[in-house]
């Protein structure tokens, strides 16, 4: 199947809703975020439609200032909703919840407390009826997955970045969330650090099947990560401008995929819509 055809496939999808609704985890409809200044409102996002499937992972690109963070902010509910609504599983969000774990692009830890501490603290608060070794048993299970595992009662503020994010990553699937937001979890990070924990968010992911949504400004991540790569377009009043389907088998490999035939092509499909 052609691009331009996976183009009007989507293109359809995404002007119709085509998704059946029990394949529907997330869904954003006529999505609106206005800000109020002296010199009238700032429209950041409008009319903005997209539906994310159960078990989909998807990236976002698009220019600084288009509204990427603000979008995803409103699915976590940590940024008021000005207009339309953000359903999970077709219940509208009210404000923040243990459905939705975000991995920020600082990992936002409790500098004097352990790694084991503060994945503690969300599976604390969701699994509150489980008795304290479950609860452990959980946090710990996590970080032997992003490689911690001799890192456990190690005090944040004595972790390198990349360990950091590590230890993020581990407390958001921690909490078993149904929608794993990411907010260019790996933008900080040098490049060798960023491929590890790329490949160490795709095997856990790969695993858990959690619906995730990220936000990344490098095509390359955007590729590799995703099923989908949705294209925003500049703000203000950003909305969705186009959205690629990756077809790669998974699980993938980067190899697998830089050698993919298909690779160049979405490459300059990203990069021309970005350069537009």
Known sequence: MSIITEKTITKNVLENGLFPSN?????????????????????????LDLQIRK?????????????????????????????????????????PGPDRGVI??????????TSLQNVMLGVNQVFPHASKKERE??????????????????????????????????????????VLL??????????????????????????????????THDVDEAIFLADRVVMMTSGPRAKIGDILDINFERPRTRKSVLEHNDYYTYRKHLIDFLEH
């Open 182 to 215: 990411l907010d260019e979890p790996f933008g900080m990070l040098d490049s060798l650090t960023r491929g590890e924990l790329q490949d160490i968010l795709i095997e856990i992911w790969n695993k858990e099947k959690i619906t995730a949504v990220m936000i």
């Open 104 to 113: 920020f692009q600082s990992p936002s830890l409790m500098p004097w407390m």
């Open 23 to 47: 394949e529907v985890m997330l869904d954003l409809k006529k999505l609106k975020k206005v800000y109020p200044t002296p010199k009238g409102d700032y429209v950041v996002l409008e009319d």
């Open 137 to 178: 048993d959980v946090a710990k299970y996590y970080l032997q997955k992003v490689g911690l595992e001799d890192a456990f009662h190690k005090k944040a503020s004595e972790l390198s970045q990349g360990m950091q994010q590590r230890v993020g990553i581990a407390r958001a699937f921690a909490i078993k969330p149904k």
């Open 55 to 95: 078990e989909e992972f998807v990236t976002i690109i698009g220019h600084s200032g288009c509204g990427k963070t603000t979008m995803l902010s409103m699915i976590a509910g940590l940024n008021p909703i000005s207009g339309g609504n953000i359903a999970v599983l077709g219940k509208h969000i009210k404000g």
